[in-house]
Nanobody, 126 residues
Framework: QVQLVESGGGLVQAGGSQRLSCASS????????MGWFRQAPGKEREFVAS????????YYADSVKGRFTISRDNAKNTVYLQMNSLKPEDTAIYYC???????????????????WGKGTLVTVSS
């Protein structure tokens, strides 16, 4: 059973950087495409980024392209989200997701995700 645990959230100033991590306390993550989603107060959950099982192919929401980088270390069973040039509108709870489909499918449809983490709050102050 895959259990995802996010870490690295917190308060950061606009223009700053933050790195989120997602580890599995259960099964291996190497058999899943992995991704990050976020939900801001009063808004629906939205896709942020996803990475293929190999780590080679990545996909990003237009709102974070060029600022965020998703990566994975299958040996450490961990996925990362490096967030640079943060903006107040990036404030949200960030959720890690594991999906048995391909990474591109996560970008199109988050409803197919197999496992979700409980989320970590990122607050960007202006």
């Amino acid at each position: 059973q895959v259990q995802l645990v996010e870490s690295g959230g917190g308060l950061v100033q606009a223009g700053g950087s933050q790195r989120l991590s997602c580890a599995s306390s259960g099964g291996t993550l190497r058999t899943y495409a992995m991704g990050w989603f976020r939900q801001a107060p009063g808004k629906e959950r939205e896709f942020v980024a996803s990475v293929a099982r190999s780590g080679i192919s990545t996909y990003y929401a237009d709102s974070v392209k060029g600022r965020f980088t998703i990566s994975r270390d299958n040996a450490k069973n961990t996925v990362y989200l490096q967030m640079n040039s943060l903006k107040p509108e990036d404030t949200a709870i960030y959720y890690c997701a594991a999906d048995s489909r391909v990474a591109r499918a996560m970008a199109a449809d988050g409803d197919g995700v197999d496992y979700w983490g409980k989320g970590t709050l990122v607050t960007v102050s202006s």
